[in-house]
């Protein structure tokens, strides 16, 4: 599968984006999505993750109640809506794509990756 991520853009602090990530093929709701994002200097981390069906939902506790994520399975897109943002969101994030239904929050476990779009928060 191949994955195209987009929305990242310059945002101020307290604003507001809305990432997408576009999938290739046809078997994209067999797979968990998960996005991640890493700072200059910084590895890679999770940020959040959703089931094949959209049903569970999992969050790093540093964007739980601003970040939501969500899927939708018939545009072969999974979304990441990004409110109150702050100066330490600013990152490259990366969508991500695993095999099988289980969710998880660990980089190694995720199959297929997206190239990264910037988001930069200004104080």
């Known amino acids: 599968v191949q994955l195209q991520a987009s929305g990242g853009g310059l945002v101020q602090a307290g604003g507001s984006l809305r990432l997408s990530c576009a999938a290739s093929?046809?078997?994209?709701?067999?797979?968990?999505m998960g996005w991640f994002r890493q700072a200059p200097g910084k590895e890679r981390e999770f940020v959040a993750a959703i089931s094949w069906s959209g049903g569970s939902a999992y969050y790093a506790d540093s964007v739980k109640g601003r970040f939501t994520i969500s899927r939708d399975n018939a545009k072969n897109t999974v979304y990441l809506q990004m409110n109150s943002l702050k100066p330490e969101d600013t990152a490259v994030y990366y969508c991500?794509?695993?095999?099988?239904?289980?969710?998880?929050?660990?980089?190694?476990?995720?199959?297929?990756w997206g190239q990264g779009t910037l988001v930069t928060v200004s104080s």
């Open positions: 093929g046809r078997t994209f709701s067999s797979y968990a």
């Open positions: 991500a794509a695993r095999v099988g239904l289980a969710v998880t929050t660990a980089v190694s476990e995720y199959d297929y």
